[in-house]
């Protein structure tokens, strides 16, 4: 992550001194989060926050900065006399403007929506790389909410393995109130007893082809005999006790009572699933276009296949159900403008056109929101998905 350097000062009550993390090209997230703990165990962190004055506390600031960035950096903002500047001009250079911050924001929030769980991964992998975009996230001053990581990390969970986990924990449980790390807790467990189970599976499988002797199994049942392998199984069943429900006569393949749980879980399972997918596919988004007002659009009512490109959304939305081709009714949500109305969002889906050289062409991710009057092209959201923008001062 970065060399360490240990700092001159020491905290009031330690006796031992704390290394200060240098500053590189691409750890900036994790040095700002480090730093901002050290600087607050030196009790300095106001003089960066807040505008207070204090020479004692923006020295020592200052030197803990100055102890943490490379040379080259240092050359650049020695000349700043607060501690809060420097801060602000590390932050500045490794986060970028505004623009790029949002711009970076879209692009973290396009990774979290496409990040899903592979089947080699284990739920401790899986939940680190949702902890670590939402950190990214909170770095770059976009606090992802707890009920959406949860929700998030439930719905990208391999369905074959974790489908009747998922669905048990969402009727149990209130994922609106619960914590991430509780989900993240529950399904380790469960992982864990999986493993445990196939473990032991494994385990008995070995242990069929012992040959003559004494046999002792969970799968066979309890026997001490004579093993036939012509026959591929013991010769006298009626010797045999059942593992599961302990009666003699029959092996536990064949006992009742795992024959009729197996058919009750059978039974259940369409039910289960069925209700599952219906909890899980449901998407609701909310979004906040603070740039953009309805108003200002609406000039050209009476011209049709008006587009507008605005620099300034951060989605593709239309009003016209008429141009899409496809749509996903099952993404509802709310959008807030910046004259602060808030309308419905309908769905999200593709709508095709051709373009002036005749070729077909397509728009993806356009949010369907009936009550929008005019049709908008993010500039920003067409950068992302790999479009040249070029733009005049005169058009």
Known sequence: MGDQVVANSK???????IKCPILNATNYTVWAMRMKILIKVHEVWEIIETETINDKKNNMAMALLFQSIPEVLILQVGKLDTAKKVWEAIKTRHVGAERVKEARLQTLMAD???????????????????????????????DI???????KFLKSLPRKKYIHIVAALE???????????????????????V??????????????????????????????GTYNGANNGYRDASKVTCFRCDKVGHYVMQCPDRLLKLQEVQEAETTETQEADELMMHEVVYLNEGKIVPNNYEVNNSEDNVWYLDNGASNHMSGDRRYFSSIDDSITGKIRFGDDSRIDIKGKGIIEFTDRNGEPRKITDVYYIPDLKSNIISLGQATESGCDIRMKEKL
């Open 11 to 17: 905290p009031k009550e330690g006796g031992s001194s």
């Open 112 to 142: 979290f929506d496409r990040l899903t769980m592979k089947e080699t991964e284990t739920i401790d992998e899986f939940a680190g790389k949702l902890s670590e975009i939402s950190s990214k996230s909170a770095a770059l001053g976009e």
């Open 145 to 151: 909410e707890e009920t959406k990581l949860v929700k």
């Open 171 to 193: 009727q149990v449980l209130d994922l609106k109130t619960t914590d991430f790390e509780d989900i993240v807790g529950r399904l380790k467990a469960y992982e864990e007893r």
């Open 195 to 224: 493993a445990d189970e196939e473990e032991q599976k494994e385990d008995q499988s070995k242990g069929r082809g012992r040959g003559r002797g004494s046999y002792r199994g969970r799968g066979r049942g309890r026997y001490n």
